[in-house]
Structures are given as structure tokens and as C-alpha cells.
């Protein structure tokens, strides 16, 4: 092919390219956005990474053993996570939970800006589903626009309707997943057909219903820009070297519009070409050519566009793609992850998270025990000469039966175990208190305070739960 047939081939591309370039502009929040949706790369790994919350809706309904295998039940205060009860005493370790995941926000904006905001957020990613489903029901942009500014018509009540009725159905369902991870999936099914659910859990699921309906639908990218507070703090966590969405401007500038005829070899101006094919397909309306603005949510959508209009035109791709501004600056490459001291100082603290969370688990015990010696008196003296202590047990059952459990003790000779004799039936997912006595013959103490280990076993039928406490039992002054 001669360079002047196929700069007529590229001239018609970049004509369509052309004629289309006028319904796009800048989101100023007084209109909806009607986003140009494209395939490649990044719309590929955003759909990928937006299949993480499948597990949202579907994670409510898978079971461990005899239960729901993660059920957040509020009620009895309980946390069950495959087959571990967490109860409010191991609250530490949700704290720690909390801590990792916040540094972990931290660290990938430190070193890739938003990218929770572009490929994970629940905001983010409704809306996308929801402009899909916009897209596949009204058509592209254009037909939409068109179709927003038509009378009021049979047709476009049909599609409308439609399409509301698709995002009520898509917002019913987040309601009633949300509240699945708490009251037990199969069950609120159960309670809403039988119409027994309860108001708080009736009043959340239309709560969320609504939320969701208003945010992904109508709200879209102005919750990003009004609501959010995570894209007013992301500006203090990124720096020059965060590798972000980036548009070239050595390469791209001065950015002009092939003329009619043009030869490639003929052209004086930069890279881009003005299609603004990247603000069509920006979900925020923003033109990334301005450099990085508080609006972009760094969905990397603009990337793909550019991408696809430099192979139109037959260009490199990257004029628009993940680069720091230091490294553009500088045109040098950029300094490695592992060199930036912010990032071993957050990774630090997210592995001292994860061991204490990992440490936390490892020390659930089916059975735990807690032992209270009474103040008041400190010991009691007998007639029979021995010196007699008062224990408060405490018996923590995790289970979702009720055990029997024995106590015993060890510690000064001579020991004995008062009121303990009889089986205590642990409560499941209770604590039982029992109070126990020690008697121990005073001649037997050898100092104030003696070491003493109090005992439980737990017989579940199946297994033998043990759990110990040390102790101490104190007699007179010598
Ligand atoms: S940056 Fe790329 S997509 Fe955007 S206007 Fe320029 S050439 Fe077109
Ligand atoms: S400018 Fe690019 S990366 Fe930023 S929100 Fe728009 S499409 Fe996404």
C-alpha cells in the first residue's frame, strides 16, 4: 500500500473519529454523563476485578458444617467465620483487620493512586454494571442523549421503564445480599416469603435498595466527586512518583487535528490528534490531557481509548498509560517500589497486622476459661484448720451446642476442689459462671501465694475440649 492509499484509509477513520468528537466535553455535574463504552486491556481487568463482588452476593449462601460459612450475627454478638465463632473479647483482632486493610488503601495509593476507586469500589462498580445495562437497553451515547431529549412516548416509557425496573430488581438484590451477612441467607428468604422478617431488617434492605438505586443510577460519578472523602484525603497520599493514568505531553504536544490529505511524514504537530475519544470513554467526564484532576477515579478506561485511536492511526500506543509524573518529567525510568522508604513502613506495619490477626485465630479455642479469685475475703480460715479460697469460673462455649464440662485443679498438696463435683452444661455461644471453692490443709503452704491451675474438659460427643488457667491460692502471711 502507498503512503498516500493508506493516509486515505487513516484520513476516514479519523474523520469518524472527528465527527463524533463534538458531543464530548467536559463534565461540569449539570447533565448525565453518557459514557462511550470500548473493549481492550483495562475495561477487560475492570471487569475482572469488579467480579470480586459476585462473592457479595453469592458468599451469603455458602455453608460450613452446620452454618452459614461467614454470618455476622449482631443479635448474639457473634462472629462466625468458617467454623470460628469470634465473640466481642477477640474484637482486637477485627481492629487489626481494620488496620491492615486501611494501610493496604494506603500503600496501593501510594504507589498506583485510586486504583481502588477505579477497579474495586462498590460505587464505582455499580455504576458501571448499571451504565451497561443503560448502554445494551438505550443504545450508545448518542442514542441515549437523543433518546433523553425525545417526548414522552410509548417507546421511550418501554425502555425507560424497562431499564428502571432492571436497576429496582439489581438494587433489591444488594439490599437483600447485604443483609443475608448478617441474618443468615436461607433464612431471611424464608422470613420474606413467609412476610416475618423483622422491621430493623426490612428497614436496611430498603435502605441499601434505595442507595443503591440513587447512587448507581442517578448520582454516578457525583458521589465520587460530592460524597466521597477518600478522593478529598488521596491527594495527601500521592507524590510524583505514584504511577498513575498519565498523558504524555512530550509526546503528545502540540496536540493537532490531522488535516484533510495530510501525510504522516507531513506533520508538524505531536501524537494527539484532538479525537478526545479519551473524555468519550472517561466514566467522569474528565480530559486527562490537563493532568491529574480530583474527578479522575484512575479507571485507566482513557488508556484503552487512546490506545486504539494511535493504532488507527498508526502511532505508538502509551501516549496516554500508567507512568509517573517524575518519570515523565525527567524522561527517566523510575525509581523502583522497593526504594521508596513510605512503602517498606506501611508494608511493616501491614505484616505486624496480619501476624497478630494470624496469632489471634491460631489461639481460638472452641472452649475458653476465665478465672476470677474473690477479693473479699482474700481466704477464709476453717474449723478444720485448712484455708479456703473462692474462684468465679467463667466458661466460654464458641459452639453451637450445648457441652458438658468437668473442672479440676492442680496445685499446693493436699488440694481440694469444693462445688465442683457436678457437670456445669456450657451454654452454647454463652458464658457460664460457676463459683468453685479450694481448700488446702494449712500446713501445706509453704508460701503466701502458691501457683494453682484451674482445668475444663469438655466432652462434645465426638471430641474432648480442654481448656487451662493458672491461678493463684493465697493463705496467710508466714
Ligand atoms: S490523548 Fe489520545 S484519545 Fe485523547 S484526544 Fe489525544 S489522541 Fe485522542
Ligand atoms: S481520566 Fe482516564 S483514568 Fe481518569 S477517570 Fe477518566 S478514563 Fe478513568
Known amino acids: 500500500m502507498s503512503e498516500q492509499q493508506s493516509s486515505r484509509g487513516q484520513q476516514s477513520v479519523v474523520d469518524d473519529l472527528y465527527a463524533e468528537s463534538h458531543h464530548w466535553h467536559l463534565n461540569t455535574g449539570e447533565e448525565t454523563i453518557h459514557a462511550k463504552r470500548i473493549g481492550g486491556k483495562w475495561r477487560k481487568i475492570r471487569w475482572a476485578t469488579a467480579s470480586f463482588w459476585l462473592l457479595f452476593f453469592f458468599g451469603p449462601y455458602l455453608q460450613w458444617g452446620d452454618r452459614q460459612a461467614i454470618l455476622f450475627d449482631i443479635p448474639n454478638r457473634q462472629f462466625h467465620i468458617l467454623g470460628m465463632t469470634i465473640l466481642p473479647q477477640d474484637f482486637w483482632m477485627l481492629s487489626l483487620t481494620l488496620l491492615f486493610f486501611a494501610l493496604l488503601l494506603a500503600v496501593a495509593t501510594a504507589m498506583a493512586g485510586r486504583v481502588f476507586c477505579g477497579f474495586f469500589c462498590f460505587q464505582t462498580v455499580w455504576t458501571d454494571v448499571f451504565t451497561w445495562l443503560e448502554n445494551i437497553l438505550e443504545g450508545a451515547p448518542p442514542k441515549r442523549r437523543k433518546l433523553d431529549k425525545a417526548p414522552l412516548d410509548f417507546n421511550k416509557i418501554r425502555i425507560k421503564l424497562t431499564k428502571h425496573l432492571v436497576w429496582l430488581l439489581i438494587s433489591v438484590m444488594t439490599g437483600i445480599s447485604f443483609v443475608a451477612w448478617f441474618y443468615g441467607a436461607f433464612e431471611l428468604w424464608a422470613d420474606l416469603f413467609s412476610l416475618q422478617v423483622g422491621t430493623v431488617a426490612l428497614a436496611t434492605i430498603g435502605l441499601f435498595t434505595a442507595?443503591?438505586?440513587?447512587?448507581?443510577?442517578?448520582m454516578r460519578e457525583q458521589a465520587c466527586f460530592w460524597l466521597c472523602p477518600y478522593a478529598r484525603i488521596q491527594g495527601v497520599m500521592i507524590?510524583?512518583?505514584?504511577?498513575?493514568?498519565?498523558?504524555d505531553f512530550h509526546r503528545g504536544e502540540?496536540?493537532?487535528?490531522?488535516?484533510?490529505?495530510?501525510k504522516a511524514s507531513e506533520r508538524t504537530t505531536g501524537d494527539c490528534i484532538d479525537c478526545k475519544q479519551c473524555i468519550a470513554?472517561?466514566?467522569?467526564?474528565?480530559?486527562?490531557?490537563?493532568g491529574q484532576q480530583e474527578g479522575c477515579i484512575m479507571c485507566a478506561l482513557c488508556i484503552d481509548a487512546c490506545d486504539e485511536v494511535m493504532d488507527k492511526v498508526g502511532r505508538p500506543k502509551g501516549l496516554i498509560r500508567y507512568e509517573s509524573y517524575e518519570a515523565l518529567e525527567t524522561q527517566q525510568k523510575p525509581k523502583p517500589i522497593w526504594l521508596r522508604p513510605r512503602v517498606w513502613v506501611y508494608t511493616g506495619i501491614m505484616t505486624a497486622a496480619l501476624i497478630g490477626i494470624a496469632l489471634g485465630l491460631n489461639s481460638l479455642d472452641a472452649l475458653e476459661l476465665k478465672v476470677i479469685h474473690a477479693r473479699q475475703p482474700l481466704f477464709v480460715l476453717q474449723s478444720d484448720g485448712s484455708i479456703q479460697n473462692k474462684y468465679t469460673l467463667k466458661i466460654l462455649?464458641?459452639?453451637?451446642?450445648d457441652v458438658p464440662v468437668t473442672v479440676s485443679a492442680t496445685g499446693p498438696e493436699g488440694l481440694l476442689l469444693v462445688d465442683a463435683d457436678q457437670e456445669i452444661t456450657a451454654r452454647n455461644g454463652k458464658v457460664t459462671a460457676r463459683t468453685v471453692f479450694v481448700r488446702?490443709?494449712?500446713?501445706?503452704l509453704v508460701q503466701e501465694n502458691s501457683p494453682l491451675v484451674f482445668r475444663i474438659e469438655g466432652n462434645t460427643g465426638n471430641d474432648v475440649l480442654t481448656s487451662?488457667?493458672?491461678?493463684?491460692?493465697?493463705?496467710?502471711?508466714?
Not at 502540540?254 to 495530510?262: A, D, L, T
Open 281 to 290: 470513554v472517561c466514566p467522569t467526564g474528565v480530559d486527562i490531557r490537563h
Open 239 to 247: 507524590d510524583k512518583t505514584t504511577v498513575v493514568p498519565t498523558y
Open 440 to 444: 488446702v490443709p494449712r500446713e501445706n
Open 211 to 218: 442507595g443503591t438505586y440513587v447512587l448507581a443510577g442517578y
Open 468 to 478: 487451662e488457667r493458672k491461678s493463684v491460692f493465697i493463705g496467710p502471711s508466714r
Open 397 to 401: 462455649n464458641k459452639m453451637t451446642e
Open 254 to 262: 502540540p496536540r493537532g487535528r490531522i488535516k484533510k490529505g495530510e
